[in-house]
C-alpha cells in the first residue's frame, strides 16, 4: 500500500492526528485516544501504518511478557508527495477529502463528548467564506499560512500547551475565469 492509500483512511488520519506533535504512544494509548473506534480496528491501522513505514518503533519494553511497542511518526513519510498529488484521478481527491471530513467529524464528536467540552472557552471555530483572489494572491495567502503553521509545528508537548487540530481546505466555489467583462 503506498502512502496515498495509507493516508487516505478516516481511521489512520486520526491515528496520525494522535500522534502529531512528536509524541509517542502504544497501541493501548491508541485506543483510549480513540474510544469510538474498536480496539481491533486501531490495532490493525496501526499494523498498516508501521507496515508502510508511515509509523516507526520509538521503544520497546516487556510488559507482563509482552512487547509493548510504542510508535512515533515518521515524518519524512508524513506526506502526500506533490507528484503522487498531482497524479491523483478526481475519484481520488473525492476519496481523499471524504476520508479528511470524515476523520475531522470524528475528531469533533470525540472533543464534544469528553467531559468538561466548552467549545467558547476552547476557542473553537469553524467559519467559512469566500475570498476573491487571483492565482498569486491564493499563492501568496497559502504560503503565509503554511510558514504560520511550520512555525508552530515542531512545538512539542509542555506545561499549558494543549494540541489543537487545524484544517485548511482550499477550493475554487465557482468558475468566474471571465470576469473583467461582466
Partial sequence: ??????????????????????????????????????????YRHVGLLAEGGVLEVADEQRVRGAVERRYRLHRDRMKIEPEAGASMSLDDHRHGFAAAMAALLAEFNAYLDRPGADPFA???????????????????MISEWQHSFVSRATNEPAPGR????????????????DTAGS
Fill in 1 to 42: 500500500m503506498d502512502t496515498l492509500d495509507l493516508l487516505l483512511h478516516p481511521v489512520r488520519l486520526r491515528i496520525t492526528h494522535a500522534m502529531s506533535g512528536g509524541r509517542s504512544c502504544s497501541a493501548a494509548e491508541l485506543c483510549a485516544a480513540l474510544p469510538d473506534v474498536p480496539k481491533t480496528t486501531v
Fill in 162 to 177: 494543549r494540541p489543537h487540530l487545524v484544517s485548511a481546505i482550499f477550493f475554487p466555489t465557482e468558475d468566474h475565469r
Fill in 122 to 140: 476552547d476557542s473553537v471555530g469553524y467559519r467559512q467564506g469566500t475570498l476573491w483572489l487571483s492565482p498569486d494572491e491564493l499563492t501568496e
